[in-house]
Nanobody, 123 residues
Framework: QVQLVESGGGLVQAGGSLRLSCAFSGRSFSNYGMAWFRQAPGKEREFVGSISGSGAITYYADSVKGRFTISRLTAKNTMYLQMSSLRPEDTAVYYC????????????????WGQGTQVTVSS
């Protein structure tokens, strides 16, 4: 059984940076595509970005492209989300998801989820 644990959330001023981590356990990390989603109050969960099992392919939502970077480190079984130039509209609970095989932007395709970590960007 795959387990995911996010960390690194917090309060940051607009224009600042933050790095989230998603620790993976229970299966072979490289066999799983990984993604970040976020959910703001009163809104549906939305796709932020994804990374392939090998780490070679990443994909981002237009709203974060050029500001956020996803990476993964197999030696630590961890995926990262480096966020910079943060905006108040980035405020949300950030979730990591995992699915065996290729990644997708559809949250329903992800089999495993973490508990989420809160990111708050003040103006």
């Amino acid at each position: 059984q795959v387990q995911l644990v996010e960390s690194g959330g917090g309060l940051v001023q607009a224009g600042g940076s933050l790095r989230l981590s998603c620790a993976f356990s229970g299966r072979s990390f490289s066999n799983y595509g990984m993604a970040w989603f976020r959910q703001a109050p009163g809104k549906e969960r939305e796709f932020v970005g994804s990374i392939s099992g090998s780490g070679a392919i990443t994909y981002y939502a237009d709203s974060v492209k050029g500001r956020f970077t996803i990476s993964r480190l197999t030696a630590k079984n961890t995926m990262y989300l480096q966020m910079s130039s943060l905006r108040p509209e980035d405020t949300a609970v950030y979730y990591c998801g995992a699915r065996r095989g290729v990644t997708t932007t559809f949250q329903s395709a992800y089999e495993y989820w973490g508990q989420g970590t809160q990111v708050t960007v003040s103006s």
